[in-house]
Structures are given as structure tokens and as C-alpha cells.
């Protein structure tokens, strides 16, 4: 007759505890468990489906790879996002957690920063200039998690260009202020003025979602939470550090990356070609035109001034780099 084990009965005795008011006895959850397959690795991920969805539109092989990229990006994204909301929900204000938090935040930046390099290097740009005709008008600028990002990490007043800024206040109705969100500068047609079919699609099928995100954390929002702090924890080296770097990543350093694949794929000599949804990138994408600041308050008023400048001058001056 087989004996019992103090920690097997010690674990039985918990898992009564636990079940006891569920409805059922922990001998019906011990059937399931008796019954229930082992799980194997694929099926725990889902790799037969992940592995199924890229599709795609051409023959050109290279598609493969904008198609995997991009979907792996969002995946980061949505990492991004997971450890954001932890942050937005915290009620103890410690700062170890928030930096242990943020410093997630900055690795899967730096990962999705450094693998650019796919983008720009891995791909042949007469293949892309071809497959990228049959994606109208869809494009990268549809990415509603990165918008996602930006609410979840400052109030939308910060989310607007400094013209913007100058004729509204933080205190202005969400709605307006949503309508002159900077991103939707960047896709407007070129010479109409008017916003692109891209935008359009983009606003019908997110607005509700941002404007509802919006509302949920006003006032909880990664920078409001920061600044209520306690003063001895917002004066945090490391914290502050954690969120410059965070800024500096979201709202510099990939933008920049996208420069880089933009002008490789879309510039020829003087020529600059339209981005597949019609976008303006090149009076969008560059953080010195944008300044768009997540945490206003940790930076002086000479870098915010100068915001983007000296990352863009080292990034595409050969002389200023090492």
C-alpha cells in the first residue's frame, strides 16, 4: 500500500481550499487532470496556426519576409502593451517595480531597434517596389497598438505637434484633441491635403478603441503616474534614466530606423517615391519635425528643444560617427 507524502497531502489539502467553491469537489478536477492530455510544445503556442498566417499577395519571395517582420513587430508590441498596463494598474508606487517594468519595455524596443536591419538590408529593393503595389492602401502607418503605446504612456495633449500645443491646452476636450493628434498629419495626400483612403480606414475602424483607451486612463497614464509619485521616488536615478531611454527608444530611435528603410527603399537620387498608403513619411517620420515627448518633465528645456536633433545627425552624418 503506497504512502503518502506530508507534501503530497500538505498540496491535496490546498487544492481543496481552492476548489471547494467552484461548484465541484477537487475529486471531479482530478478526473479532468487523469484524462487530459499531455501538452506538447506546439500546441501550447499554437505553431501550426502561427506558422499559417502569412499569406502572401505576390510571387515575389521577399514578401514573406515584410509580411513576418511586421507581424513580429506587432507581437512586441504587444509585449510593450502587457507591461504598460501592469504599471497603469500598480497601486504601490514602488520604483523598483516601475523600473523593472520600463527596462522590459526598453529590451523589447532595443530587439525591435536593432532588427530594423532586416528592413533596411534584407530585402531587395526592386522586389519591395513591386510587391508594395499590390498592399495599397494598406501601410505601416496602420499599426493601432503603436497608437496604443502612445496613449497608454502620456495624456493625448502630449501626443499633439508643438503647433498644435500652442492653440489648445491638456484640459481641452479628448475629442479635439484627438483631432489633431500628429499622426494624423502624416497621412494626408501629398498634394490634395486631403486625408488618404489609408486614414480613413484607419479612423473608422480604431477611433472608438483609442477614444475609449483614452478615457479608461486619463489621468493614469505612464507620465501622470510618474508625476504623482512620491518626491523621493520620482527623483530615482535609475527611474528617470529607464523612462528617458524609454522615450528616447519610442519616440527617436524608431522612428529613425524607419528612416532608414524609407530612404532605402523610397528615395532614388532627387526622387522620393509615395509610401503605400500615401503617406507624407518624410515630413512624418522625423523625430526633429514631430517632438513628440512622452515625460516632459525629465528633460531639460535645451533637449527638448533640441529633441531628435543629435540622434539624427549621428544616425546620417558618416563624419559623427565612431
Do not use: C
Not at 523600473?99 to 530594423?116: G, H
Request: hydrophobic content about 40%; glycine content about 4%; charged content about 25%.
Amino acid at each position: 500500500m503506497a504512502i503518502k507524502k506530508p507534501e503530497i497531502e500538505a498540496q491535496i489539502a490546498k487544492l481543496e481550499e481552492k476548489y471547494k467553491n467552484s461548484g465541484q469537489d477537487l475529486s471531479s478536477y482530478l478526473d479532468g487532470l487523469l484524462y487530459e492530455r499531455y501538452l506538447t510544445y506546439w500546441d501550447y503556442i499554437h505553431l501550426d496556426t502561427l506558422l499559417s498566417l502569412q499569406i502572401p499577395r505576390t510571387h515575389f519571395p521577399d514578401e514573406k519576409v515584410f509580411i513576418m517582420y511586421h507581424q513580429i513587430t506587432e507581437l512586441y508590441f504587444k509585449l510593450i502593451i502587457h507591461e504598460q498596463k501592469q504599471i497603469i494598474d500598480d497601486k504601490v508606487q514602488k520604483a523598483d517595480f516601475i523600473i523593472s517594468k520600463i527596462e522590459r519595455i526598453n529590451n523589447y524596443y532595443k530587439i525591435l531597434i536593432n532588427s530594423f536591419n532586416v528592413m533596411i538590408n534584407g530585402m531587395e529593393r526592386a522586389q519591395f517596389l513591386k510587391y508594395r503595389m499590390a498592399l495599397l492602401p494598406a501601410s505601416g502607418f496602420q499599426s493601432a497598438q503603436f497608437r496604443m503605446i502612445e496613449l497608454y504612456s502620456t495624456p493625448m495633449y502630449n501626443l499633439l505637434p508643438p503647433s498644435a500645443q500652442e492653440k489648445l491646452s491638456p484640459e481641452s476636450p479628448l475629442e479635439t484633441l484627438y483631432e489633431n493628434i500628429y499622426w494624423k498629419k502624416g497621412a494626408v495626400d501629398t498634394k490634395t491635403e486631403e486625408k488618404t483612403l489609408t486614414l480613413k480606414q484607419f479612423e473608422y475602424r480604431y477611433t472608438p478603441r483609442f477614444m475609449r483607451i483614452a478615457r479608461e486612463v486619463e489621468g493614469t497614464t505612464i507620465y501622470e503616474k510618474y508625476l504623482q509619485l512620491p518626491e523621493e521616488v520620482k527623483i530615482n536615478k535609475m527611474l528617470v534614466s529607464a523612462m528617458k531611454q524609454l522615450d528616447v527608444n519610442a519616440n527617436v530611435n524608431w522612428n529613425l530606423m524607419h528612416m532608414g528603410a524609407a530612404y532605402k527603399h523610397l528615395s532614388k537620387e532627387k526622387m522620393t517615391i509615395d509610401a503605400t498608403g500615401g503617406t507624407n513619411w518624410k515630413e512624418y517620420l522625423p523625430p526633429s519635425f514631430q517632438k513628440i515627448i512622452f515625460f516632459p518633465e525629465i528633460w531639460s528645456e535645451s533637449e527638448k528643444a533640441d529633441w531628435g536633433k543629435q540622434w539624427v545627425e549621428h544616425m546620417f552624418n558618416p563624419e559623427m560617427k565612431e
